[in-house]
């Protein structure tokens, strides 16, 4: 009699920890930003709407310029190298203590343990923290473009000081976003590529794919759950968790 296979389990809280993690350090940044627009950016946009002898004066917009750079320079306090790096390890660790203990679990059905050898898997954690090294760091570099286009032409179409900060929190929002979607897509990315590596290696040749089973799945990965595929032959979709914000899993299936 064929026996349970136990379940391929997506690894929420280290996607969890990971999000708060990025989140902390643009939540920070945020913070610095609007700090240093109320203190020294307001007041400089003030004298230049002030300007009572017809033609531009750049003197506040110098002063702003460098505002920003001291923004740019406080950022770099946030975004440290090293504490970006241990955050990616730490990610990357606490998603392969999951894979690996899901998967002696599911090995134990035909007696082994595939992870005590994994050649592949130093490379694998190096090159998926460096990655994600380089999608944190992104964050930063993306943010200030667009806070120097908020804030430079705001000033210079005579928006309203309220109207700039607006888009400063809407800009610091959608940042928060992006820390989110890298959290869980990495998250169902990196787990999805374990978790098809490991089972190759022990042998299993198919696997069944499973959805959350919640509100969230998409309708293209819906039609496939409960659906079982050889990994030389995926769906166009492709391996479970490894498309853009997937969290579905991939469950081994045995041969009798
Ligand atoms: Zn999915």
């Not at 004066?57 to 504490?83: H, N």
Request: neutral net charge; proline residues 5%; charged residues 25%.
């Amino acid at each position: 009699m064929a026996k349970t296979v136990p379940q391929t389990r997506y690894p929420h809280a280290a996607e969890a920890a990971y999000f708060r993690d990025i989140q902390r350090l643009v939540t920070e940044l945020g913070k610095v930003t609007l700090q240093v627009f109320d203190e020294q950016i307001k007041p400089q946009i003030k004298l230049y709407g002030q300007d009572s002898h017809g033609y531009i004066m750049d003197g506040p917009l110098d002063v702003i310029q460098r505002a920003i750079e001291i923004i740019k320079g406080l950022s770099l306090g946030i975004f440290v190298s090293t504490e970006i790096l241990n955050i990616c390890t730490r990610f990357l660790n606490a998603v392969n203590a999951q894979s690996k203990a899901n998967i002696q679990q599911q090995a134990r059905i035909i007696g082994i343990d595939p992870t005590q050898s994994e050649p592949w898997l130093d490379e694998f954690m190096r090159s998926s923290i460096n990655e994600n090294v380089s999608y944190i760091s992104t964050i930063r570099d993306e943010f200030f473009p667009k806070i120097e286009a908020i804030i430079y032409q705001g000033v210079k179409n005579g928006q309203s000081i309220k109207a700039i900060r607006d888009q400063l929190v809407e800009r610091i929002g959608m940042t928060q976003n992006r820390a989110k979607f890298i959290a869980v897509d990495q998250t169902g990315s990196i787990f999805g590529q374990m978790t098809a590596k490991r089972h190759q290696e022990m042998g299993v040749e198919k696997f069944k794919w499973s959805t959350s089973h919640d509100d969230r799945v998409r309708q293209a990965h819906r039609v496939l759950d409960g659906r079982v595929f050889a990994y030389s032959d995926p769906p166009a979709e492709g391996l479970p968790g490894t498309p853009f914000r997937c969290r579905c899993v991939a469950i081994p299936v045995f041969d009798d």
